[in-house]
């Protein structure tokens, strides 16, 4: 006779197959991880500081 089989499990393996496929899918479909927008963020604000930072002050209205 065979062993018997945790149909539980399977349920729960399927389940998260299915999951992770849809995930690796929206992840093709939306773009960047976290780490990537968080790494464009920062360097965009540093741009913008170093842009300010050389701007003239022509605060006598000459």
Do not use: C, I
């Amino acid at each position: 006779m065979a062993a018997p089989v945790n149909l539980n499990r399977y349920r729960k393996q399927k389940a998260r197959a299915e999951r992770k496929a849809r995930a690796d899918e929206n992840a093709v479909k939306h773009g960047r991880s976290k780490a990537a927008k968080a790494r464009d963020s920062a360097s965009a604000d540093k741009a913008a500081r170093d842009h300010d930072a050389h701007r003239r002050d022509d605060t006598d209205g000459a």
